[in-house]
């Protein structure tokens, strides 16, 4: 008995191997099952991470009619007959053997994250995944293949991702923020998540889709919370003396950089706290308030104002959520904003 899959036939470092069609609905029926308490030695691949199963498996549920995924790559270790066309040697059917052994080499994930989906969706047994096969040349063989389709490997930076999604609101909120608000659009970064000290940018998407994401925890009204999302940068930049400075040539990017806490992250997530407190509290005129930002001593000497919250007690800037809440509650109190008696509780602890 055999399995027969629609495939083309290639050539790599002077060995036969196969792109084939092959239902999802029998993935779980080829493809050995990853025993976690096998030994690195002697597996050849990574041990399966549970956690990262239902991520991948609710991507494609929610994403019925437009999920994609890139092929998946095994060995197989058994009787393989490739049967070309009459129109081409290379295009044609793999004649596999039921008894032959599959491996992956590369996709364990996406392959176990698929068998979960069509527990909720039976029809997606009959979509199909493309496989490159390799025919098996041993345990060696196959632990250096998993190294060497993965150690050249890179991930997309996190502002690439929101740049390019079309599905989460959130990025698509926080990309209607950066293009309207055009202080951000020039010297935003879409593509990095790091700058480097000379950089021309001074912002990263993926920072301002973050801290967006502190001001609406849960986007349920777009238009209307996209619309409060400009406004709100727009007031912040308006009222933000430091930054203005620079795009007028009055202070360097490197000084802004170094002098000042006003483009650190901990200051932008700050305001993001600030912007969930406005957003729940609609009754407060926020274009009014925000004036007093530019009242406020922005610089990194100024110790008693940001020491043990936007600055640590060795001079560095503070990255943590205690550094964010307490460089908040000190944005509000140079606002005259009131604390309420649970912030005050809060940051009398955490001081």
């Avoid at 590369?106 to 698929?114: E, F, L, V």
């Avoid at 994401?213 to 009204?221: E, L, Q, T």
């Avoid at 407060?284 to 308030?289: A, V």
């Amino acid at each position: 008995m055999f399995y027969r899959f629609p495939a083309m036939r290639g050539i790599q470092a002077n060995s036969e191997y196969f792109v084939c069609m092959i239902p999802l609905g029998i993935l779980s029926k080829i493809f050995i099952e990853e025993f976690s308490d096998v030994l690195p030695e002697f597996r050849a691949q990574r041990r399966l991470n549970e956690q990262r199963i239902p991520e991948i498996r609710d991507y494609i549920i929610n994403n019925r009619d437009s999920y994609v995924f890139s092929a998946l790559a095994a060995s197989v270790d058994g009787q393989v007959t490739f049967l070309p066309t009459k129109d081409s040697s290379n295009i044609g059917e793999l004649e596999i053997d039921v008894s032959a052994t599959f491996l992956i080499n590369d996709g364990q994930h996406r392959k176990a994250a698929i068998l979960k989906a069509i527990e909720f969706d039976e029809s997606l047994k009959d979509e199909t995944i493309a496989v490159v096969l390799y025919r098996d040349k041993g345990l060696v063989r196959s632990q250096q293949m998993f190294t060497d389709l993965n150690k050249h490997a890179v991930n997309t930076s996190k502002s690439l991702n929101t740049l390019y999604d079309s599905k989460d609101p959130m990025a698509i909120m926080t990309k209607q923020v950066v293009s309207q608000v055009p202080f951000l659009r020039k010297y935003t970064d879409k593509e990095k998540d790091n700058l480097a000290n000379y950089a021309a940018k001074l912002f990263t998407l993926n920072v301002f889709y973050d801290v967006n994401k502190r001001i609406i925890k849960n986007p349920v009204y777009i238009e209307e919370e996209t619309n409060f999302l400009v406004d709100f940068w727009a007031t912040i930049v308006a009222n933000m003396k430091d930054w203005n400075d620079m795009d007028k040539g009055d202070l360097s990017k490197k000084d802004l950089r170094e002098t000042y806490i006003s483009i650190r992250g901990i200051t932008l997530h700050a305001f993001g706290r600030l912007g969930n407190y406005f957003f729940s509290h609609p009754e407060y005129d926020f274009h009014k308030i925000l004036t007093g930002l530019s009242k406020i001593d922005w610089s990194r000497s100024n110790l008693e104002c940001w020491e043990n919250r936007a600055i640590t007690d060795k001079g560095r800037i503070n990255r943590n959520e205690k550094g964010i809440f307490l460089t908040y509650i000190q944005i509000k109190r140079l606002l005259n904003l009131k604390i309420d008696n649970d912030e005050a509780s809060r940051e009398k602890q955490l001081l």
